[in-house]
């Protein structure tokens, strides 16, 4: 039979959500199971979100505003920059995708650590551009001098994640300064901030405030996660007006629907609300490594809302054992295991579940 799609993508990773909690649950005959695989915030919607999406859906039956501009002005408003500046996207890793497509052509290479977030290899085989993958450092960080080392003339784009997923590691100010300086004017720099508003060390810099002045430097949020819109799909892009105006014509029109800038508006009117959840969950984040740290695992510090436990090539088997338990996390085999901070009763189900689970 003739193929009809390209042969390439054969090997492509599909990209695996966590499980669902209510299939785990009943295939191993529980009540209930706890999905600690996705890095949602685990506190519901913030007030006023559900009630404005249900006031937006009685007009689904009209297109959604194409430029989102009551959405941009508002982003605008709150990072004190202009709204040309900044294009929204269904999610963050969508905006990074219509990013390569508006700078790379086949041919030409996308550099990034990994591990890390899992949708850059996807976006790079789809966009027909050649991953370079930098093996990150032996303390699950970003190797950013040999980063810096692989870019070569056919680089256009470098991935920094910061924090880094699935790791939770962290640049500081000073490295990615220096890193910054060393990549050519004609590379753009992506810096993937998905988990910005759980940093808590005050040196991890605010990409979106300490490099805005930078032309080649592009800043990706979401409000997926500690906005608690995950399931509407809202992410925005900071870059040089020009950039923004490039991507904004790549994306697909209408992508940032009607009930998502609804909430994402009723969101970011809830900021201090925010701010107390992101702290609920930091101060469980340092509880959970700490404990996980005494089971004997070494745990790097994350800056994330979730942990990484490198058990290399025990993830799998890990992972099944705390599944079986009705706890859900998300094992990377080879490298490690990802578990989200959850609840003070969801986190302590999971470590009696990891104290089982480990050897």
């Known amino acids: 039979m003739t193929k009809l799609t390209r042969a390439d993508l054969d090997a492509l990773p599909t990209y ?4 669902n909690p209510a299939d785990v649950a009943r295939e191993l005959g529980l009540a209930e199971a706890i999905k600690l695989a996705s890095n949602e915030v685990p506190y519901g919607p913030l007030p006023g979100v559900v009630e404005a999406v249900a006031e937006a859906v009685a007009g689904v039956h009209r297109y959604p505003d194409m430029g989102v501009v009551a959405l941009r002005e508002a982003l605008a408003r709150r990072h004190d920059i202009p709204a040309d500046r900044i294009a929204t996207g269904c999610g963050s890793v969508a905006l990074c995708e219509h990013l390569a497509r508006a700078t790379c052509l086949p041919g030409d290479e996308i550099v990034y650590s990994w591990r890390s977030f899992e949708a850059y290899p996807i976006i790079a085989a789809i966009t027909g551009v050649t991953s370079v993958r930098v ?4 303390d699950h960080g970003h190797d950013l001098s040999a980063m810096a080392d692989a870019i070569t003339d056919r680089t256009r784009v470098v991935i920094v ?15 990615l300064d220096r890193f910054l ?4 004017d004609d590379v753009v720099v992506v810096i993937d901030e998905a988990y910005r508003e759980f940093v808590t060390d005050a040196e991890v810099p605010d990409a979106v405030r300490t490099y805005r002045d930078r032309p080649n430097v592009v800043v990706l949020r979401t409000l997926s996660k500690a906005w608690g819109l995950a399931g509407l799909r809202v992410g925005f892009m900071v870059a040089q007006p020009e950039v923004a105006a490039t991507v904004r014509k790549v994306i697909t029109p209408f992508s940032t629907n009607t009930a998502a800038q609804a909430g994402a508006l009723a969101a970011l009117a809830q900021e201090d609300e925010v701010r107390r959840r992101c702290a609920l969950v930091t101060a469980e984040r ?8 005494k089971l004997g695992v070494d745990v790097p510090d994350s800056q994330a809302n979730f942990i990484w436990l490198p058990l290399g090539d025990g993830a799998a088997a890990f992972g099944t054992a705390c599944e079986s338990r009705g706890v859900i996390v998300r094992p990377f085999q080879g490298d490690g295991v990802r578990v989200t901070v959850g609840t003070p009763q969801e986190n302590d189900a999971f470590l009696t579940a990891a104290e089982s689970a480990l050897p």
């Not at 695996?16 to 499980?19: D, I, Q």
């Not at 300086?181 to 050519?184: F, R, S």
């Not at 340092?286 to 740290?293: C, G, I, M, N």
């Open 181 to 184: 300086d060393a990549v050519p």
């Open 135 to 138: 093996p990150n450092t032996a």
């Open 161 to 175: 994640c910061n924090p880094n997923n699935p790791t939770g590691t962290s640049i500081r100010r000073a490295d």
């Open 16 to 19: 695996l959500p966590g499980r």
């Open 286 to 293: 340092d509880r959970l490594t700490e404990s996980v740290r």
